[in-house]
Each structure stands twice: as structure tokens, then as C-alpha cells.
């Protein structure tokens, strides 16, 4: 199986390792330092008490790698539409694309059914640039539980707090062996893979871990450990999960989280939220798709969630004073 990572930085890098050791023939598109340092010396992904190295086809342009059997984009919400008009050297007529990303996605209402079918998020997709490049018969869901972090050039450091996997899933919901072939991949490849019929509980249960812990992470500048030891903090992301889980069950959703597991992973996890490692990196912060497009979905839905409300509310503030976001 030929498949290439668009966008391989931590999550990118991560996935493509597994999918190097379960046997895939891979490759990644990636720029920078970062592409500059592979190519030298390969790619390199701590992972607990071992260390995956891997000499990856890599590229900034996506007509050197070639047509794929299927196409994982891991690059974040904001940086989709620009990379979603690269990918056309690397799709033949039938080849998948998996948009493996936190938070809303942007296809979450294609093939949704109700009388929300069809609706676009603008937000995420402007103008449609991402439909129209990849269309949705190509599109395939991915959620991924992996905290991971590039801590140099061309290496990559994968915690181990959480048990890892990509949830995979049809957006109309029908079982498919294009998801079922690249989890049997991933599973060969030593990682956690699944196939659910209902991608979009997936979506609201990981966001469940990114409402509860992101804003909360920025604001302190600290890690989950750290703010879950103090109680009013522990109590706002609690406050956060059922607000959060009120949305999705109004939505049609099983966001499915037992807030005590997820509380429970807080207070063990010492990583850096990919939306904290944004802000001390001084990168555009991810704010739309994790924050501010669940909460028109809560306006949309007539939910009230005024914890959810400030915690946004001051996240976006400081993502703009640090000039990382603007709106
Ligand atoms: N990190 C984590 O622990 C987790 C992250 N996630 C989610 O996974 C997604 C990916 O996050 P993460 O891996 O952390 O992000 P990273 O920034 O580490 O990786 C994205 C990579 O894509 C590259 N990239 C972006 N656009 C292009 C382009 N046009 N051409 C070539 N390369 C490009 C970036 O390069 P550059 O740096 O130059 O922009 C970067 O190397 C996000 O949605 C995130 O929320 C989910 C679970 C955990
Ligand atoms: C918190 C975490 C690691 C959950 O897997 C995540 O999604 C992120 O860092 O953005």
C-alpha cells in the first residue's frame, strides 16, 4: 500500500512510522527544517522506551511523490484549504484521503442527514476550496488519541500517558475496506486502529479532551497534571466535558466520555496540548476547529455553556495578543 502523509510533523510523523513498520510503502510531504533534517537523516519517533527510525520519501512538492493508494492529510484545521489544493499530484481517480485533525472537521454535516445536511462551515472551508479539491466521495474521517510533540528537526516525541489509535470513519457511515485496510496497516505497525460507523460521536469525544484541557493549558501555561491540582481548575474542566457533551447530544451525538476517565488521564498527562505548543512556539493557534466552531454549534444547537463561553472567550483573547490568531 502506497500511502503518503500530507503534513508530517508530530501527529504526521507519529502515523507514518506505524504505517512504515506494518508493512505500507510510505511517503510524507513536509518543508522546512524539518523536511531538510529527514532528508538528511531519516525520521526519527520516540515512542515510550523505543525509538522508530525511518528514511521516508520527503518532499515540499507533493508532484515528486506520485500517486498513492490513500492519502492521510495531518496538518492543522487552518492549514487545510492551502494544502488541500497541493494534493492533486498525489490522488489517482480513486485514491482516499483521510483528514486525520482535532475538532470540528470541515465535511462534519456532509452526508449528516436531519435538516442540517449540507451546511458548510465557512470558517473551516472557506469558498469550499477544500470540497472542491478533495470532494467527498475521496473524504474519510480520522480522530487520533496520541500526544505527541517534534522536539527537534526530524525527531519526534510520542507520551505515553493515553493509549494510542486512529479511529477511522466513512462520513456516510458505511462500512468500507478502505478504512478496514489501512487500520489492519496501522495494527501491523504496533499502534491502535479502529473503524467506527459513527465518526462523528469520535469527533465530540475527543473534543470532550481538547475543550477540558486546551484553553485551560494556555491560560496557565501549564500541563494537565499541573492544573487538575487545583480544585476550582479541575471543577471548570469538568464543568467543560458536560457542557461539552450537552452540545454533542443535541447535535445527535454520543460523545460517550466517562468524565472521570478523563479527568483521571488529566491529572496523569505532563504533555503540551498541540494548542499550547502553538502558543510557546509562536504558531498560528488552532483555535476555530477545537473552539470557536463548536460554539456556533452550540448557538446553532440552543445549548448554554458559560464555562465553555469564557474559557474561549479569554483563550481567543490570548491566542490574538500573542498575534497567532485573528478574528
Ligand atoms: N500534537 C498532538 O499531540 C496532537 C495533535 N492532534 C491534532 O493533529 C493535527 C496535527 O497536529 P500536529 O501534528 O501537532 O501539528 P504539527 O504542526 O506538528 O504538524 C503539522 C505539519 O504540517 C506541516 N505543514 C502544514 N502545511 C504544510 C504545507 N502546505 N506543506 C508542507 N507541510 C505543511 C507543518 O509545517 P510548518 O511547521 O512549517 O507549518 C507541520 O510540520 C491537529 O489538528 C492537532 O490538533 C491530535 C492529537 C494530538
Ligand atoms: C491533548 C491531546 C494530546 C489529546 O490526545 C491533543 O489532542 C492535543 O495535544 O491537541
Known sequence: MRVCVFGAGAIGGHLLARLARGGAEVSMVARGAHLAAIRADGLRVQDRDEEIHVRPA?????????????????????????????????????????FVVNGIPWWYFQHHGGPLDGRRLPRLDPDDTILRAVGLQRTIGGVVYAPCEVIAPGVVRVEGSTQHRLILGEIDGRPGPRVEALAEVLRAGGTGAEVTPRIRDAVWAKLMNNLSTGPIAVLSASVPQDSTAEPAIASAMRMAIAEGAAIAATLGCDASIDPDWQ???????????????????????????LYTVPLELARLAGVATPTLDLLVALLRQRARAAGLYAD
Not at 515540499?60 to 499530484?89: F, S
Not at 479527568?263 to 502558543?279: C, G, N, T
Open 58 to 98: 520527503a518532499s515540499d512538492d507533493p508532484a515528486e511523490l506520485g500517486r498513492q493508494d490513500i492519502v492521510l492529510t495531518t496538518v492543522k484545521a487552518h492549514a487545510l484549504p492551502a494544502a488541500a489544493a497541493m494534493l492533486a499530484p498525489l490522488l489517482g481517480p480513486d485514491t482516499p484521503v483521510v
Open 263 to 289: 479527568m483521571a488521564w488529566a491529572r496523569r498527562s505532563r504533555h503540551r496540548p498541540s494548542i499550547l505548543q502553538d502558543l510557546q512556539l509562536g504558531r498560528q493557534m488552532e483555535v476555530d476547529a
